[in-house]
């Protein structure tokens, strides 16, 4: 009875004390999940016309997109089928900047820019992410209260095991009557939903602790069994840069024999080299709305010969089970990694997850504030 009493007091203490950070980050979470299927229906501005001709070269492409934002830094060109436009991403962290110019990759044209900043789904991240507040606060909050999270379902989960095992039935189910009270069904709602939910909260919550905390993802990592090094590496060129000789750089041709080694990709997102010294680095989607199976590529700027990374992220086909088990993180917590159904599970999981604090608030209120009988 004692160690019921002080799980109980650590549930409730730390359930007030996160209880709206936990609630912001679950329904925004669950607003996010849908993001590409929504957008689909109004970027028809990203479709071109086919061409018989060659689409312009990744020099061109920069020059072009630095002619609408001359003052911020380059972070990729996406390159995807020929009927799309090729998406420029600009990012600067200080101050933050993040906005996507889209060219036609036949004549040049920019057709549309879009500011990731703003929007319904970039007002969902950033209350998802940081809670609206400036990042250098925001994040440390919304990660240190899904860690205490953790612990709510653990504790959580304690306090639901009924005492005696005739009373498991109301643990699993909602046996109301016309005479039950709003009381009884809050407790229900909060404990049989928590039990249900429980499971699959927790995955949501390690994996977005996991994408919060380098510490933590080197900690999975190494338990895993990896031996790399658990970051992301760029490799130095293999050769000199040698003399120009005409006007087409080596980068120039790396879409071209992308397209040509790697057919079945559904794109290739290239990021310019920042020194003459290292390589190129190009992320190879090999399918559509997953992340996991991204091919990370590496090559001489010089030569495009292939370089290999000493850190976890090259090509997929290399990656061991611990590596994998990182690469999987993002898709496991957005549902992805389940394909559509897998979506509709973290949506759900997400709302449930929601509704807990709201039902924890109202169970702490009716026990604190009885009503004293005559």
């Known amino acids: 009875m004692k160690f019921r009493k002080n799980i109980l007091t650590l549930h409730k203490i730390l359930g007030l004390t996160t209880g709206l950070v ?25 479709i071109v016309e086919v061409q018989n001709k060659p689409i312009i070269t990744p020099t061109q492409v920069k020059e ?4 609408v934002f001359p003052d911020n830094s380059i972070h990729g060109s996406v390159f995807s089928n020929e009927n799309e436009a090729i998406e420029v991403v600009f990012y600067d962290r200080e101050p933050e900047f993040y906005q996507s110019v889209f ?7 920019v057709l549309h820019v879009e500011n990731r900043l703003s929007g319904f789904f970039a007002f969902m991240l950033k209350g998802h992410m940081r809670l609206w507040l400036p990042r250098e606060i925001g994040e440390q909050i919304v ?16 306090l639901w095991l009924p005492k005696r095992r005739k009373n498991l039935r109301q ?3 909602f046996i109301w009557k016309p005479t039950t009270g709003w009381k009884r069904k809050n407790f229900d709602l909060h404990t049989i939903i928590g039990f249900y939910v429980c499971s699959l909260a927790l995955v949501l919550a390690f994996t977005g602790s996991i994408i919060s905390y380098n510490w933590l993802k080197y900690v999975v990592y190494i338990s895993a069994g990896g031996d790399k090094v658990p970051q992301f590496i ?37 990021h310019y080299p920042k020194t003459d010294t290292l390589g190129i680095y190009v992320e190879v989607s090999n399918s559509k709305g ?3 199976n991204t091919d990370f590529r590496f090559y001489d700027q010089n030569t495009l010969n292939e370089l290999e990374t000493p850190g976890i992220y090259g090509k997929y086909s290399d990656a061991k089970v611990p590596e994998k088990i990182l690469r999987m993180n993002y898709d496991i917590h957005i549902g992805t990694i389940g394909g559509l159904p897998g979506k509709i599970i973290a949506f759900l999981v997400s709302l449930l997850t929601a509704t807990l604090p709201v039902t924890g608030i109202f169970l702490w209120y009716g026990r604190k504030y009885k009503k004293v009988k005559s």
């Not at 060219?103 to 044209?109: A, F, L």
């Open 290 to 292: 997953t992340f996991y």
């Open 64 to 67: 072009i997109a630095h002619s």
């Open 143 to 158: 990660g240190a209260s899904i860690l205490v999270f953790i612990l709510i379902i653990v504790s959580g989960f304690i």
């Open 234 to 270: 760029i490799p130095k060129n293999e050769s000199l840069k040698p003399e120009q000789k005409d006007d087409i750089l080596p980068l120039d041709n790396l879409i071209v024999k992308l397209k040509r080694d790697l057919p079945n990709a559904k794109s290739y997102e290239l």
């Open 171 to 173: 643990r699993l189910r």
């Open 22 to 46: 936990v609630f912001i980050v679950a329904i925004t979470g669950c607003c996010w999940v849908f993001k590409e299927e929504i957008e689909s229906f109004y970027t028809d501005y990203k």
């Open 103 to 109: 060219i036609n990759p036949y004549s040049g044209e």
